[in-house]
């Protein structure tokens, strides 16, 4: 991907989490808890090497009440807290995030995923020919999947990587990616603690969406008892209706949070090395501290490139 401009989003929470429990404990000589850092920066590694972005930006989610819980009060009620050691290990992974000039977004009352939204939208609006790789630890992100928007997240444990196209998710879900929202809206997420419709399962809404296409639409039809479905499908949709919306909401994520997003102070590439280096040997991830190079190399010929440009 040298000859192409990409920017790499990281959902920085998830990924964390995601790594904390992938992984077994870590700690330093000094007892300082590492595990959830080395994961999340073994993925972050390798995500550059497959990605070579030029550009690179973190969200963060912050541990106060968003828009969706004052509209929903029982909104991601059952998700366990945050284990402390995870806490713990947020400042040191942000350290290390501002050590390769990687731009930090969060904003109290919105989500990280609120934030990516708003940043591959806005990177997309500045420059359309620019590919958006979200790289999370989850499947939240897939509304976002377009043909120029990615979402690069964890298989099995975190070694094993899927990247996740229109195809992609149409194969997995069978429905596009940007009617992900509507499938939400009906199947729920029990992550979130979003309900859905009771009684309905993934294969109906998948059926559902691709028939009628947006929750609109659906309602529109049903209501005027103008739609080829059950009877009892469509007494428990007209029963939930309100539910359904949402539900929707809820799973939506916002493409216009008010950020100072500028993709050109996320270019990625004029850090410190031995500074780097620095902090990871003070943790501890010498196998990291050897794949700094490797980092650098993988950038320079975008950086080349781009010279050759006038960019």
């Given at each position: 991907?040298d ?6 989003i990281?959902d920085s ?9 992938a992984?077994?404990?870590l ?9 959830a850092?080395y ?17 690179v930006?973190?969200c963060?989610?912050?541990p106060?009440?968003?828009f969706r819980?004052k509209?929903f009060?029982g909104y991601?009620?059952?998700r ?5 050691e995870?806490k ?16 930090i977004?969060e904003?109290e ?7 990516i ?29 377009d ?10 444990g ?25 499938f ?19 294969k ?36 939930n ?11 939506e994520?916002?493409?216009?949070v ?7 102070e996320?270019r ?16 501890e ?7 700094i190079?490797e ?6 010929p975008?950086?080349?490139?781009l010279k050759?440009l006038?960019?």
């Amino acid at each position: 991907m040298d000859d192409k401009k990409c920017l790499l989003i990281i959902d920085s929470n998830s990924l964390l989490h995601r790594a904390f429990h992938a992984l077994p404990p870590l700690t330093t000589k000094k007892g300082e808890q590492t595990g959830a850092i080395y994961g999340f920066l073994l993925i972050l590694f390798k995500a550059i090497k497959d990605i070579n972005p030029l550009y690179v930006v973190a969200c963060f989610d912050l541990p106060v009440p968003t828009f969706r819980h004052k509209k929903f009060e029982g909104y991601k009620a059952k998700r366990p807290k945050t284990p402390e050691e995870i806490k713990k290990q947020l400042p040191k992974i942000k350290e290390v995030l501002r050590a390769f000039g990687i731009p930090i977004f969060e904003k109290e009352g919105f989500e990280a995923d609120d934030l990516i939204a708003t940043i591959s939208t806005k990177a997309g609006e500045e420059n359309n020919q620019i590919e958006r790789y979200i790289l999370s630890g989850d499947l939240d992100n897939l509304q976002l999947v377009d043909e120029r928007t990615k979402v690069y997240t964890l298989g099995r444990g975190i070694k094993e990587t899927i990247v996740y196209d229109k195809e992609k998710v149409v194969s997995r879900f069978e429905v596009l990616p940007e009617q992900m929202i509507d499938f939400k809206a009906l199947t729920g997420d029990a992550s979130d603690n979003i309900p859905g419709v009771p009684g309905i399962g993934k294969k109906t809404a998948a059926e559902i969406i691709k028939k009628f296409n947006t929750l609109e639409d659906l309602y529109q039809k049903i209501e005027k008892s103008d739609a080829d479905i059950s009877q009892r499908t469509r007494e428990i949709l007209i029963k939930n209706k309100k539910q359904a919306f949402l539900c929707r909401f809820l799973a939506e994520m916002k493409k216009d949070v008010a950020i100072d997003f500028n993709i050109k102070e996320a270019r990625f590439g004029g850090f410190d090395q031995k500074k780097i280096e620095g902090i990871l040997n003070e943790f501890e991830f010498y196998s990291l501290v050897k794949r700094i190079p490797e980092i650098c190399r993988s950038i320079e010929p975008v950086k080349y490139n781009l010279k050759l440009l006038g960019l």
